[in-house]
């Protein structure tokens, strides 16, 4: 469980600094469009809009990321943008059963409680699939705080910060005592907009250099890299 080489600090160094730990949800916790796509999600949602006679520009008909087309929705009207959404969190709700764990996410999970860490979940998902997946895995009772999507609002969704803020001000934390672990380039924006550091982690080939290019302090190929760090640096009661 050797730490990959990080394009700037330590994972010791960041580890050894923070007392909350936030984790982005469809990656660092689950693939939660393990058995249900989210392209499939995508096209769902799609058919909301044409069903309302709008004609969508290519890239919206195109793309397999159900945000972007929920985030087109808003531009059309607020009323479809709640549509959208509402349809989006049934999507994700019944993706649950088949979403897949994260490797390593209950060691990592275990690690940072067992080290006096404060573990929030910080997500683009509905917060009723979130948590519905963390109830079904045993990580409810272990997670502090969720700050997910409920809102039609797709302007509150990372990139933007607000989640992020969101949790911090839930936990009652500085920005200085926390990181992000985040598997996108979309979690890297948001948690420099927050002024808080983030862990890229690049759990497929091909990611290290845009997470790193958006602001990761850090990358880790595996959620394994972080449990050492967090059982060697454990905080004061």
């Known amino acids: 469980m050797t730490a990959s080489p990080p394009p700037g600090e330590s994972i010791d160094g960041i580890i050894a600094s923070v007392r909350y730990v936030l984790l982005d949800f469809d990656g660092p916790v689950c693939d939660i469009f393990a058995g249900i796509t989210d392209r499939t999600v995508a096209d769902r949602v799609r ?41 989006m969190a049934d999507q994700e709700l019944a993706a649950v059963p088949t979403a897949r764990p994260a490797p390593y996410v209950h060691d990592l999970v275990t690690s940072c409680r067992d080290s006096g860490r404060i573990v929030v979940v910080v997500s683009n998902n509905s917060d009723r699939a979130v948590r519905a997946y963390l109830a079904r895995h045993g990580l409810d009772d272990r997670i502090d705080l969720i700050s997910a999507r409920t809102s039609p609002d797709p302007a509150r969704l990372k990139p933007s910060p607000y989640l992020i803020q969101q949790a911090i001000t839930g936990v009652g934390a500085s920005p200085g005592e926390c990181v992000l672990i985040g598997d996108s380039t979309t979690d890297m924006y948001a948690a420099s907009q927050a002024g808080i550091e983030a862990i890229g982690y690049a759990n497929r080939p091909g990611k290290q250099a845009s997470l790193t290019a958006t602001g990761a302090a850090a990358i880790i190929t595996s959620l394994a890299d972080l449990v050492l760090p967090l059982r060697a640096h454990p905080l004061p009661n």
Not at 48 to 60: E, K, N, Y
């Open 47 to 87: 058919k909301l809009i044409t069903g309302q006679g709008v004609t969508m520009p290519d890239a919206i008909t195109r793309t397999p990321d159900p945000i972007e087309v929920f985030s087109y929705a808003a531009t059309v009207s607020a009323d479809l943008a709640a549509r959208v959404e509402a349809e």
